[in-house]
């Protein structure tokens, strides 16, 4: 047994503005979102929590959760306060060797709450492959592929011809998969994919987000009139909580779903498809939680028959968390990879960037996650000072 046990946890919530000019793309569909989401405020950048975990010798093991209260219903601050009252007991004086014990103790004393469970397993990973001289990737079974193919995202915007000149730009860069907000009506829905299968040809794939858009017998009735321009996937045509909505909608619909907004733990996932409401599994650093939950989410969508989307808009903690994960499992995704983070972030909070170009994302070589985080930058973008939690000497 490995004794350099976990003595220390920084947590910092930052806020990263969006690029001016995506601010201004997202400004085109009316609300300031890019999507169809009912939210009220426009989105205007990402929130975080950057978690650094401490093991006795001094390695370091990092991670990040990527938050909006819309989808999650959880802050940064939340996030910070739970883990900070509720979880650190159960980390400190772990050995980061023993993720399933720490998490099995999580999971025993504290109900729910898998952003925050999930961003203390991440971040214990690093640690242990760090310890271990090892790349995360390696500890998960091995590199499979380096070149991790990506999909494009396309934000709802109201002049058609936008959204098309933004997929023909993707795709002039490398991107073979294009992801498009849908949801302002059903007769809008057809225009704008009619436009992009006519411009982007019958190669590349296309798959949608409704963002919670429709009702079920909208939903069905929009994902129908979209299928004869080939769609692999849509996600979350009706609202989050309502399983049995997006069950009756999987039935009536040959396009595979996918549950985002609505899809937090493995037992969602489970619930999702036992009620036949997915045909996709949708996964990232907060969803279902960690790198535990997240290759059990791998293997059940495996056994099921269902493929695996690897999906967010991260920082570049939460990229590499993907790349990783994603070089280690690439035969059991069968979808390209959507990370758009690196486009829509005024910066990734790392010192070097990833290698990004022709449309994939290069998992990046060394130990940990093979990429060092920028403490300027986080400085720079801190909401608020860090919190420190240590282990108190007996």
């Given at each position: 047994?490995?004794?350099?046990?976990?003595?220390r946890?920084?947590?910092?919530?930052?806020?990263?503005?969006?690029?001016?000019?995506?601010?201004?793309?997202?400004?085109?569909?009316?609300?300031?979102?890019?999507?169809?989401?009912?939210?009220?405020?426009?989105?205007?950048?990402?929130?975080?929590?950057?978690?650094?975990?401490?093991?006795?010798?001094?390695?370091?093991?990092?991670?990040?959760?990527?938050?909006?209260?819309?989808?999650?219903?959880?802050?940064?601050?939340?996030?910070?306060?739970?883990?900070?009252?509720d979880?650190?007991?159960f980390?400190?004086?772990?050995?980061?060797?023993?993720?399933?014990?720490?998490?099995?103790?999580?999971?025993?004393?504290?109900?729910?709450?898998e952003?925050?469970?999930?961003?203390?397993?991440?971040?214990?990973?690093?640690?242990?492959?760090?310890?271990?001289?090892?790349?995360?990737?390696?500890?998960?079974?091995?590199?499979?592929?380096?070149?991790?193919?990506?999909?494009?995202?396309?934000?709802l915007?109201?002049?058609?011809?936008?959204?098309v000149?933004?997929?023909?730009?993707?795709?002039?860069?490398?991107?073979?998969?294009?992801?498009?907000?849908?949801?302002?009506?059903?007769?809008?829905?057809?225009?704008?994919?009619?436009?992009?299968?006519?411009?982007?040809?019958?190669?590349?794939?296309?798959?949608?987000?409704?963002?919670?858009?429709?009702?079920?017998?909208?939903?069905?009735?929009?994902?129908?009139?979209?299928?004869?321009?080939?769609?692999?996937?849509?996600?979350?045509?009706?609202?989050?909580?309502?399983?049995?909505?997006?069950?009756?909608?999987?039935?009536?619909?040959?396009?595979?779903?996918?549950?985002?907004?609505?899809?937090?733990?493995?037992?969602?996932?489970?619930?999702?498809?036992?009620?036949?409401?997915?045909?996709?599994?949708?996964?990232?650093?907060?969803?279902?939680?960690?790198?535990?939950?997240?290759?059990?989410?791998?293997?059940?969508?495996e056994?099921?028959?269902?493929?695996?989307?690897?999906?967010?808009?991260?920082?570049?903690?939460?990229?590499?968390?993907?790349?990783?994960?994603?070089?280690?499992?690439?035969?059991?995704?069968?979808?390209?990879?959507e990370?758009?983070?690196?486009?829509?972030?005024?910066?990734?909070?790392?010192?070097?960037?990833?290698?990004?170009?022709?449309?994939?994302?290069?998992?990046?070589?060394?130990?940990?996650?093979?990429?060092?985080?920028?403490?300027?930058?986080?400085?720079?973008?801190?909401?608020?000072?860090?919190?420190?939690?240590?282990?108190?000497?007996?």
């Amino acid at each position: 047994m490995n004794e350099d046990r976990i003595v220390r946890i920084e947590l910092t919530e930052v806020a990263i503005p969006f690029k001016k000019e995506v601010q201004e793309v997202m400004q085109g569909s009316g609300n300031g979102l890019g999507m169809a989401i009912p939210a009220e405020e426009p989105w205007l950048g990402g929130d975080f929590v950057i978690c650094r975990l401490f093991s006795a010798s001094g390695a370091t093991g990092m991670s990040e959760a990527f938050v909006w209260l819309p989808e999650s219903g959880v802050s940064p601050g939340g996030i910070i306060e739970t883990i900070r009252s509720d979880m650190a007991q159960f980390v400190l004086g772990e050995s980061p060797f023993d993720t399933e014990r720490l998490m099995a103790r999580l999971n025993n004393n504290v109900t729910r709450n898998e952003i925050a469970k999930g961003l203390l397993d991440s971040a214990c990973f690093e640690l242990k492959a760090q310890l271990a001289g090892q790349s995360v990737a390696n500890l998960l079974g091995g590199v499979q592929k380096r070149e991790l193919p990506l999909a494009a995202l396309i934000p709802l915007h109201s002049d058609t011809s936008t959204m098309v000149w933004l997929a023909q730009h993707w795709h002039a860069q490398g991107s073979r998969t294009i992801r498009v907000k849908l949801g302002e009506s059903i007769e809008r829905d057809v225009e704008i994919m009619s436009a992009m299968r006519d411009a982007l040809g019958s190669e590349v794939r296309l798959r949608v987000d409704y963002n919670q858009a429709y009702s079920a017998w909208d939903a069905i009735a929009a994902i129908n009139a979209i299928e004869p321009f080939h769609i692999e996937v849509a996600e979350q045509p009706t609202s989050a909580s309502n399983y049995l909505a997006m069950a009756g909608v999987q039935k009536r619909v040959n396009v595979p779903l996918m549950s985002h907004e609505g899809c937090f733990s493995l037992s969602e996932i489970h619930q999702l498809h036992a009620l036949g409401a997915i045909g996709a599994v949708g996964i990232n650093a907060e969803r279902p939680g960690g790198l535990s939950a997240a290759v059990r989410a791998i293997h059940f969508a495996e056994q099921n028959g269902l493929g695996v989307i690897l999906h967010n808009q991260p920082a570049g903690l939460g990229s590499v968390w993907q790349a990783h994960l994603g070089a280690a499992f690439h035969s059991s995704l069968h979808y390209d990879m959507e990370l758009f983070g690196h486009v829509m972030l005024e910066h990734d909070l790392l010192k070097a960037p990833m290698d990004y170009s022709n449309g994939t994302l290069t998992l990046p070589e060394g130990t940990g996650w093979g990429v060092e985080l920028d403490l300027d930058a986080v400085e720079h973008y801190a909401v608020r000072p860090t919190v420190v939690i240590e282990k108190t000497r007996n």
